[in-house]
């Protein structure tokens, strides 16, 4: 038995549609870091790790897109939804660290 109305289930989808358009936001920001003069890669080693970066940010960022029209079509079940949700979040908690610490390493070049 589904204990959950539709009108609650479209709030949950509503909800999680803003937390992943303020993710979609977030990425922007990263990828402004990310191609800011002061990232800009003094050694081979810093050219590898910002290029690996770069395609981590423009994964997450078509993954954060295909999220967020899912969740615009109502006809999906927003439970189904719910795991790749929770992994776009940890994913883009990871890559945040790593550009710090490649920003911190860049910065020490």
Known sequence: ????SPITDKLDSNACLLRMERNHRDLAQLSK?????????????????????????????DNNSE???SLKDHKKNLGNQV???K???MEFRELEKCVAEYMAGARNC
Not at 1 to 4: C, G, K, R, S
Request: hydrophobic share 35%.
């Open 33 to 61: 870091k990310l191609n800011s003069y002061i990232c800009e890669p003094r050694t081979y080693t810093l050219f590898e790790r910002i290029e690996i970066l770069r395609n981590r940010l423009e994964r997450l960022k």
């Open 1 to 4: 038995m589904n204990t959950t």
């Open 67 to 69: 999220i967020m029209a």
């Open 83 to 85: 795991e790749r949700i």
């Open 87 to 89: 992994q776009q979040f």
